[in-house]
């Protein structure tokens, strides 16, 4: 995976991406949004924003940030928000890399990536840059299709590896990957869209002063796989 053919890939779908991948991943954007709308008034960033599907969806008190490698994806999502978002709820939309965001550190009080961490070249620096602008004591959530424990679909998967450049993404990217660790601590894990064959994984980023997310921290749930 590399930048240029994430490029190629998505310049691709741009035109098609809400008819074809919509209806898919809408379960799991819902459901994202149900968990960052319990927080009203924050300043969230999203990751891979593309074509803005989530945006209508935020709290009308929410302030969002998005990002994209993709301008195509992207100029959809502006049509979009001027659409159909309360004025000044969408602060920006741009063009950057995941793995090397342009804001301060602490900038923003959650994060959502959703569909993004099999897309990106290193999973680690994306991680890393997220936990970076968020506050601490935010919450990071990380929407994804993680690789399937039933043997012959795994298989399927790994036979599939080589057409990431062409896809856009990895389709064998296992959840283990992911980190669980002090100061990043996995809060739980959800399954999501089609038979649970996306899930979504909520992080606390470390702890404020107030405790942030800790009353939390003791609840995680086992991803059926």
């Not at 602490?106 to 890393?128: G, K, T």
């Not at 283990?176 to 959800?190: K, S, Y």
């Given at each position: 995976?590399?930048l240029?053919?994430?490029?190629?890939?998505?310049?691709?779908?741009?035109?098609?991406?809400?008819?074809?991948?919509?209806?898919?991943?809408?379960?799991?954007?819902?459901?994202?949004?149900?968990?960052?709308?319990q927080?009203?008034g924050?300043?969230?960033?999203?990751?891979?924003?593309?074509?803005?599907?989530?945006?209508?969806?935020?709290?009308?008190?929410?302030?969002?940030?998005?990002?994209?490698?993709?301008?195509?994806?992207?100029?959809?999502?502006?049509?979009?928000?001027?659409r159909?978002?309360?004025?000044?709820?969408?602060?920006d939309?741009?063009?950057?890399?995941?793995?090397?965001?342009?804001?301060?550190?602490?900038?923003?009080?959650?994060?959502?990536?959703?569909?993004?961490?099999?897309?990106?070249?290193?999973?680690?620096?994306?991680?890393?840059?997220?936990?970076?602008?968020?506050?601490?004591?935010?919450?990071?959530?990380i929407?994804?299709?993680?690789?399937?424990?039933?043997?012959?679909?795994?298989?399927?998967?790994?036979?599939?590896?080589?057409?990431?450049?062409?896809?856009?993404?990895?389709?064998?990217?296992?959840?283990?990957?992911?980190?669980?660790?002090?100061?990043?601590?996995?809060?739980?894990?959800?399954?999501?869209?089609?038979?649970?064959?996306?899930?979504l994984?909520?992080?606390?980023?470390?702890?404020?002063?107030e405790?942030?997310?800790d009353?939390?921290?003791?609840?995680?749930?086992?991803?059926?796989?």
């Amino acid at each position: 995976m590399d930048l240029a053919s994430i490029r190629s890939a998505y310049r691709r779908y741009a035109r098609y991406y809400d008819r074809v991948f919509g209806p898919v991943f809408a379960p799991g954007r819902h459901v994202a949004m149900e968990m960052l709308n319990q927080k009203p008034g924050q300043r969230i960033l999203e990751v891979g924003v593309g074509t803005g599907l989530s945006l209508p969806d935020y709290d009308p008190r929410t302030r969002v940030v998005g990002i994209d490698i993709s301008p195509e994806m992207l100029d959809i999502a502006r049509d979009r928000a001027e659409r159909e978002c309360p004025e000044g709820q969408v602060e920006d939309l741009l063009v950057m890399d995941a793995e090397a965001l342009e804001f301060p550190d602490n900038s923003f009080d959650s994060i959502a990536c959703m569909y993004v961490a099999s897309v990106v070249p290193n999973p680690d620096r994306l991680i890393s840059e997220m936990r970076r602008v968020c506050r601490p004591g935010g919450d990071i959530l990380i929407l994804n299709h993680f690789a399937s424990r039933n043997p012959v679909l795994r298989g399927l998967e790994k036979g599939l590896r080589p057409l990431s450049k062409l896809v856009g993404f990895r389709p064998d990217m296992d959840l283990d990957t992911l980190p669980d660790h002090e100061g990043f601590q996995r809060l739980a894990v959800h399954n999501t869209n089609l038979f649970g064959y996306w899930k979504l994984v909520h992080y606390c980023n470390g702890t404020d002063d107030e405790g942030g997310s800790d009353d939390a921290a003791a609840v995680k749930t086992a991803a059926a796989r």
